[in-house]
């Protein structure tokens, strides 16, 4: 399955974004999935993922600001992205994940990015 994120762009601090991610391909409401992000010069890091039931995972850094959903039916993933901070601006990707219960222990499946979208939080 290949997915493509959007929904970014410039915003100010304490703003909102939703981004969203399409799957093209089949099985979708069988992936676990997630968002990651990578701020310049830094590691890409996940930030939050859903299972195929819907059990959301967070990095505790976006708890309670970010939140990850799905809709099975028009196979995507949204992040909503509320009270966004400068340290929030990164490139935005989504992935298919193994979903765990412990945050730390979820890894990307798939090996496709994309291009990613870009949120940029001005101070």
């Known amino acids: 399955v290949q997915l493509q994120a959007s929904g970014g762009g410039l915003v100010q601090a304490g703003g909102s974004l939703r981004l969203s991610c399409a799957a093209s391909?089949?099985?979708?409401?069988?992936?676990?999935l997630g968002w990651y992000r990578q701020a310049p010069g830094k590691q890409r890091e996940l930030v939050a993922a859903?299972?195929?039931?819907?059990?959301?995972n967070y990095r505790d850094s976006v708890k309670g600001r970010l939140t990850i959903s799905r809709d099975n039916a028009r196979n995507t993933v949204y992040l909503q992205m509320n009270s966004l901070k400068p340290e929030d601006t990164a490139v935005y990707y989504c992935?298919?994940?193994?979903?765990?219960?412990?945050?730390?222990?979820?890894?990307?499946?798939?090996?496709?990015w994309g291009q990613g979208t870009l949120v940029t939080v001005s101070s």
């Open positions: 992935n298919t994940v193994w979903y765990r219960a412990g945050f730390h222990y979820i890894h990307n499946r798939g090996d496709y």
């Open positions: 391909g089949s099985d979708f409401s069988s992936l676990s």
């Open positions: 859903i299972s195929t039931t819907g059990n959301t």
